[in-house]
């Protein structure tokens, strides 16, 4: 019999009307603003309303370094939170939407896998409720703001060399990297050089998902630095140029949760989606902590690997939005332990134990990271299907070693069925109330021993290299006001270095910082290290090849 895929399992799936689905959640059918019959925003008033609730046990998600062999933390996320109803509790998941430049790339969807999934699938995938197309929105219309406020006199004197505010598009498209604008004539503009970055890596998106509410959306958007003056170091803030307020008004809908559900008709927020190795890789503080007031627990992920995703949830939104993970769940797979052991993609389908125990060293150092933070930690073992009994106890055997302890779960193949025991286990961690939570640098440390600390606790970087003119920026920032932001790091997901081909857990090697970006607004700083791009290019045989129509009239090739 063959095995149904991801989309025709999500395509067979008896969904409840969003009005039930919000009801779960007591929240009334009038603060709900429904997209069709199966997804719905929740409204600002109802969340406002929330405030004096007591909130419920905050459990966070992570994995391993990706590698082709796959790992499943958004597939974990979704089956933990139905695991966690199954027992018998009031649980929700808040999960990130996905951009439209990997789905047709090579990452693909982020709705979760098999039969613990995110639906409507096709949808979360596409276009959605197209908050990411108002943020695409609304970071252009301050570019051209900006381009016209230079047209027409120039009166606050913009340095045109100085424009620091790139255009973005929500697509895996190189060409674009790097651009001249305003070429063809005075009536065009005067020319010079910019580029455009994907959407999920905008400053914009990173507010969005860092706000309380549209007051603070609407400062956070004013205090973003979009250019400096002449003398090269008097900064230009979109409040000068006027756009903060139409770029409210353009994300006004953007702000609002979207509530949607999971394959066993839980409720689950989908909202923001800041990718993780250039920017900070977690779903909104809106929707998290509105998931807080309205359930007993909720499950979320951070992006890639725990070395970024994890690093930068912990260490910028839980500082930023005041919250605090009271357990961790890591996720890990036999596969991906074997190609970390040295074994190529096309060999995984082998027993080949002494491969797991090499390539266990990644996950060690995972887990030694997370304790870091004060938060105890639980790996979940993703199972696959030619897992062997032997690969899957050395991994355990592994992990008891490292003082913490792994769960195989089933969830893939038998949705909450196969994560119980996950969920009763998380429960029991988090009742033991064992969680000392705290970032490992404060607020006051000079902004380059930030980035230190990053690389060296974390990555295991013996140091940081960065030319002079990076360090001076740096610095000059402190002495504007800016010392006390936290920093995220952009670099690959693949490795603890910047070299996405060393796998394992690599020591000996440096962090490259090739130039640094104040998100004012957002509330951090940006350091591009190695060779990571701010827009991604596809791949040679990209996803959006096989993505189709069928003579039903129903998408193909999303997965």
């Not at 929105?137 to 505010?165: K, P, Q, T």
């Not at 690093?311 to 357990?327: N, Q, T, V």
């Not at 993609?345 to 797991?356: F, G, I, R």
């Not at 936290?486 to 000996?508: H, L, M, W």
Request: with cysteine; net charge negative; proline share 4%.
């Amino acid at each position: 019999m063959a095995v149904k895929t991801d989309i025709e399992i999500a395509r067979a799936a008896t969904k409840l009307p969003i009005m039930d689905i919000g009801k779960k959640l007591d929240i009334p059918a009038e603060s709900l603003v429904p997209y069709g019959h199966d997804k719905a925003k929740v409204s600002e008033e109802f969340i406002k309303a929330q405030a004096g609730k007591k909130d419920g046990k905050l459990i966070l998600v992570t994995a391993i370094n990706p590698t082709p062999a796959g790992e499943g933390k958004t597939t974990t996320t979704v089956g933990l939170g139905d695991g966690l109803n199954a027992i018998g509790k009031k649980a929700m998941i808040c999960i990130r939407e996905a951009s439209l430049g990997p789905c047709f790339g090579m990452k693909g969807g982020a709705a979760g896998g098999g039969y613990a999934q995110v639906i409507p699938m096709e949808d979360m995938n596409l276009h959605f409720t197209g908050d990411f197309h108002a943020i695409t929105s609304a970071h252009n219309l301050l570019s051209a703001m900006i381009d016209n406020h230079i047209y027409w006199g120039n009166s606050l004197e913009i340095d045109s060399r100085r424009v620091v505010w790139r255009r973005v598009l929500d697509m895996n498209d190189r060409a674009l990297r790097q651009i001249t604008a305003s070429l063809g004539g005075a009536t065009n503009g005067f020319p010079r050089e910019t580029g455009f970055d994907i959407t999920v890596a905008s400053e914009v998106m990173a507010i969005l998902c860092l706000a309380n509410d549209l007051e603070d959306l609407q400062k956070r958007l004013g205090d973003i630095i979009v250019a400096y003056k002449r003398d090269k170091v008097t900064p230009i803030y979109c409040r000068d140029i006027k756009a903060d307020g139409a770029m409210t008004v353009l994300l006004k809908d953007a702000m609002q949760p979207n509530i949607v559900q999971t394959l066993e008709n839980n409720p689950a927020f989908v909202h923001g989606g800041p990718f993780a190795n250039i920017a900070h890789g977690c779903n909104s503080v809106i929707a998290t902590k509105t998931a807080l007031k309205l359930a007993d627990y909720v499950v979320t992920e951070a992006g890639f690997g725990a070395d970024l995703g994890a690093e930068k949830f912990l260490d910028i939104k839980c500082r930023k939005a005041g919250i605090a993970p009271s357990a961790v769940v890591l996720v890990a797979t036999v596969r991906a332990m074997k190609m970390n052991g040295g074994v190529l993609k096309d060999d995984l389908n082998s027993e080949n134990v002494d491969a797991v125990k090499n390539g266990c060293a990644n996950l060690g150092r995972h887990i030694e990271n997370l304790k870091l933070y004060g938060v105890p930690v639980v790996v979940a073992i993703n199972h696959f299907t030619l897992d062997t009994d032997a690969e899957v106890a050395a991994v355990q055997q592994y992990v008891e070693s490292q003082g913490s302890e792994a769960i195989v779960c089933k969830h893939w193949a038998s949705g909450s069925e196969g994560t119980k025991d996950l969920a009763n286990r998380v429960v029991e961690v988090i009742e033991q109330g064992n969680d000392n939570f705290a970032p490992i640098y404060p607020d006051e440390m000079p902004l380059f021993e930030k980035l230190e600390t990053i690389a060296t606790k974390i990555y295991r970087a013996d140091a940081v290299v960065a030319d002079q003119a990076v360090k001076d920026q740096l610095k000059a920032w402190e002495d504007a006001g800016f010392g006390h932001l936290p920093i995220c790091v952009a670099k690959t997901q693949y490795s603890f270095s910047t070299d996405p081909n060393e796998r394992g857990a690599p020591t000996g090697h440096t962090l490259p910082v090739r130039e640094v970006r104040l998100s004012a607004g957002a509330g951090f700083i940006v350091a591009i290290c190695g060779s990571i791009m701010t827009m991604p290019g596809l791949p040679r045989l990209p996803a959006a090849e096989s993505i189709c129509l069928n003579s039903e009239g129903e998408i193909e090739g999303l997965f």
